[in-house]
Nanobody
Framework: QEQLVESGGDLVQPGGSLKLSCSVS????????MGWYRRAPGKERELVAL???????TYADFVKGRFTITSDNAKNTVVLQMNSLKPEDTAVYYC???????????WGQGTTVTVSS
């Protein structure tokens, strides 16, 4: 069964850090580009970071220099390290797998990040 399971969301103070993990199962990990998206309250879902199978990365301007996306092919896991968090980073964060072959997208259920003092 295809499954993306996010974890690591929490309540954190401004300036703090969190590490989100996405555990992937049921798909051939090596043929999917992976990404993290987020949806803040009252806003549209937006791209946060992408990592290709060639380990090239892309970041949204609003997280450059603060967030890092990494992929562990041996563990079928994608991690988003988030530093210097701001209240505007508060959102539900979703893991996404994008097939290089079919173009199909698979989504996780999301994990909630709240940045507040």
């Amino acid at each position: 069964q295809e499954q993306l399971v996010e974890s690591g969301g929490d309540l954190v103070q401004p300036g703090g850090s969190l590490k989100l993990s996405c555990s992937v199962s049921g798909i051939i990990f090596s043929v999917y580009n992976m990404g993290w998206y987020r949806r803040a309250p009252g806003k549209e879902r937006e791209l946060v970071a992408l990592i290709t199978r060639g380990f090239n990365t892309t970041y949204a301007d609003f997280v450059k220099g603060r967030f890092t996306i990494t992929s562990d092919n041996a563990k079928n896991t994608v991690v988003l390290q988030m530093n210097s968090l701001k209240p505007e980073d508060t959102a539900v964060y979703y893991c996404n797998a994008h097939s290089l072959i079919s173009g199909r997208r698979i989504w996780g259920q999301g994990t909630t990040v709240t940045v507040s003092s």
